[in-house]
């Protein structure tokens, strides 16, 4: 099967700060998606993106799916930007990386 | 609307209870899933139901059982749990029967813990 790999396993920041997270996959995906879990557990989606560039405000992602790998920016980053980050990919079943953790400090 | 909804937020069971853990979508999504997440690791497929039969049983022990009633809903019925099972169960739908090359959603969990 597949294998999802993230990095960095955990970030600091400083309010204001920029970043750029990481996901390589081992083979062919259909589908890359990238997630931040708040404190609460909830998942929530940032990108459907299995390959191209998307913006969302102050984040954007890139998918390289020839390169087999993502990449997740985070601009002018905020403390409410805290939480895990992850990336999951699918070709028959999906499969989570094991994420980034990210700290957002005043 | 991409809204998936679980009950209950929050779940204590001893380890001869019987409980099930509901998740419910109105998108249309053809796909629903199960996943477990311990704490500081990433979700873990348990079930994949695809046009309301179940596709996928990642090897889940028999105490975990699925039920997809209606193409809205989707039941994980537990019984005679262990406390290693204690986790936060995460439901996700999609849209396309094809489940693996579709956006999922997810609810926001329900935090079981089995004494």
Known sequence: ?106 | DTEVTQTPKHLVMGMTNKKSLKCEQHMGHRAMYWYKQKAKKPPELMFVYSYEKLSINESVPSRFSPECPNSSLLNLHLHALQPEDSALYLCASSQGGDWGTTEQFFGPGTRLTVL
């Not at chain 1, 404190?39 to 799916?65: C, D, H």
């Not at chain 1, 070709?91 to 980034?100: A, L, Q, S």
């Open chain 1, 1 to 106: 099967g597949i294998q999802v790999e993230q990095s960095p396993p955990d970030l600091i920041l400083q309010e204001g700060a920029n970043s750029t997270l990481r996901c390589n996959f081992s083979d062919s995906v259909n589908n890359l998606q990238w997630f931040h879990q708040n404190p609460w557990g909830q998942l929530i989606n940032l990108f459907y993106i299995p390959s191209g560039t998307k913006q969302n405000g102050r984040l954007s992602a890139t998918t390289v799916a020839t390169e087999r790998y993502s990449l997740l920016y985070i601009s002018s980053s905020q403390t409410t930007d805290s939480g895990v980050y992850f990336c999951a990919a699918s070709y028959d079943k999906v499969i989570f990386g094991p994420g980034t953790s990210l700290s957002v400090i005043p």
